[in-house]
């Protein structure tokens, strides 16, 4: 049988891509109020102490521990041995904090974070070339992963050379199971426009982490008719916490519990705390997952 264990992720209460939003909050608000809202698991946010004695000692006293962090990759556009050496510090980082999982995405010609730069107009998509190196360095960087026994996740992301279904399709075809694995978000896949439901049941087996994160889809055309950035995006609300958004999060419990899914399931939503309050927030996801899962 499988055990989801259900995390949050800190970007509920300070977002790293702008920092301007939620800059007012500290690390141990942070963790306390996720504490509070009853989770037992987190991902590492930018304000996160790196000395590893000083982390662990903050999340035990919450009964809190690390379950993964976002690492970003730059195949595309750096050598590989310096995505490597980054890669390493942060394996062996997340190792002696706990945690099993790396969450890896390619931000090598990425737009995300470009913040005047349209999300669904100037969707970057990778040559033939970049098809050859993404998916071998994805590979190089998950022998390194299995070598400390962790799982590399790849983050399909807006903004990036891997979004939509065909382009998760490509990657998995690509990339050796045995190293790469894939990361779940629900959020990303219906606010491109895929069939999230289905991607599940296809990659169920390879999917070894799941972000959940709610769409409001009025806010997610807005951006689209209006040439607008994903940062923009994540001002204007476009996601939110399961359960306050438009996707029903039942048939994705139903299909991780049907396959016996066993790893984590972290809620995430990037809104700007000042319009939701991190902790109402938190606790309104943590009622929302207990009433539709049992969790």
Known sequence: MGKIQLGICPIGWTNDDMPDLGKENTFEQCISEMALAGFTGCEVGGKFPRDTK?????????????????????????????????????????????????????????????????LFANKPHYTKEQ???????????GVLAKKKDMTLVYHHHMG?????????????????????????????LVCSGEDHLRILEKYIDRIKHVHLKDVRTKIVKKVKEENLSFL????????????????????????????????????????????????????????????????
């Open 232 to 295: 923009k995006g994540v001002r204007m609300g476009m996601f939110t916490v399961p359960g306050d958004g438009d996707i029903d999060f039942k048939p994705i419990f139903s299909i991780l519990n049907k396959h016996n899914y066993n790893g984590w399931a972290l809620v995430e939503a990037e809104q700007d705390p000042a319009i939701a309050n991190p902790l109402e927030y938190a606790q309104k996801a943590r009622a929302y997952v207990k009433k539709i899962a049992n969790l």
């Open 54 to 118: 000083v982390l662990k000692k903050a999340l035990s006293l919450r009964k809190l521990v690390i379950a993964s962090a976002w690492f970003s990759s730059f195949l595309t556009s750096k050598p590989y041995d310096a995505t490597a050496k980054s890669f390493i510090e942060h394996r062996d980082f997340l190792y002696e904090m706990g945690a099993r999982v790396i969450v890896v995405a390619e931000q090598g010609n990425s737009i995300q974070g470009q913040i005047d730069t349209p």
């Open 160 to 188: 990036t050379g891997v979004q939509t279904e065909e382009e998760i399709d490509k990657l998995m075809e690509l990339t050796d199971p045995d190293y790469v694995s894939l990361l779940y978000d629900s959020g990303h």
């Open 131 to 141: 098809w050859k190196i993404v998916p071998e360095g994805l590979n190089k960087l």
